[in-house]
């Protein structure tokens, strides 16, 4: 069973905010501009339908979409991004994988790791703590919208594996491969989604308290923060009484 990190709902409400200021239309656009080099149709494009899915959520016009996906397949110019992916650890030693979307390579780089010097992380060599994560299909599901137990019959007859409550959700996992199927289950059932996609799950977690806590929801912030990054993934827990008190 892989470890749950505070990190995925803390994801889940920050990404809420960011989509009533418009940022998130940013980091979609290159999500879907990134996937659609594998093939512009979602049908045949997981990445993509999921990207376009997310697009659609926050209200996206159908126009961004189209000349976001016509980028990517090269219709259009302008399709052209660096996927870097930065590991490390955080203040107390918690695992870190920032996924970054670039049109600026060199200037990228220098910015990140100058936010892991500057707040306590440590940068790693590539594959240094990416065994710590399996890449899986993530998808929130209003804790509201169905019973766990239907939720649970409904999702592993579609290929899931587990389900967990999440605060006001439900988080299923599922291998990635049945990511399309699950949400195709989800979608005949009239069963909406908080959010979908194929993301780095810890394998175990570790617990943060006091300073380190501070400092590592601090680092992560700014890391959410930037222009470039698509996406961070952690290991660390929290409690709920010392994050509480963080966010006091």
Do not use: C
């Amino acid at each position: 069973m892989s470890g749950h990190s505070k990190w995925s709902t803390i994801k889940h409400k920050k990404a809420a905010a960011d989509s009533k200021r418009g940022k998130i239309f940013t980091r979609l656009i290159k999500e879907i501009t990134i996937a659609a080099r594998s093939g512009g149709d979602p049908d045949s494009n997981a990445r993509l339908r999921t990207a376009i899915a997310a697009a659609k959520a926050v209200s996206m016009p159908a126009e961004n979409i189209k000349r976001a996906t016509l980028r990517g397949t090269g219709e259009l110019e302008g399709g052209e991004i660096d996927e870097i992916t930065f590991e490390g650890y955080t203040p107390g030693g918690a695992a870190i994988m920032v996924e970054v979307a670039t049109d600026n390579r060199n200037r990228t780089v220098s910015e990140i790791r100058h936010m892991f010097s500057k707040n306590g992380g440590n940068l790693g060599e590539v594959g240094s703590v990416a065994w710590m994560f399996d890449r899986r299909s993530q998808i929130l599901v209003g804790a509201a919208a169905i019973a766990e137990d239907d939720l649970m019959e409904l999702v592993l007859e579609a290929g899931a594996e587990d389900v967990r409550v999440d605060g006001e959700s439900f988080e299923v996992l599922s291998p990635m491969e049945s990511h399309t199927a699950v949400l195709d289950a989800l979608e005949k059932a009239g069963i909406a989604t908080e959010s979908s996609q194929i993301a780095m799950i810890p394998k175990n977690t570790i617990e943060l308290a006091g300073k380190d806590a501070s400092a590592t929801m601090k680092m992560m912030d700014l890391l959410e923060d930037h222009d470039d990054v698509q996406n961070v993934y952690s290991n660390f827990d929290i409690d709920d009484a010392e994050m509480e008190r963080l966010n006091s």
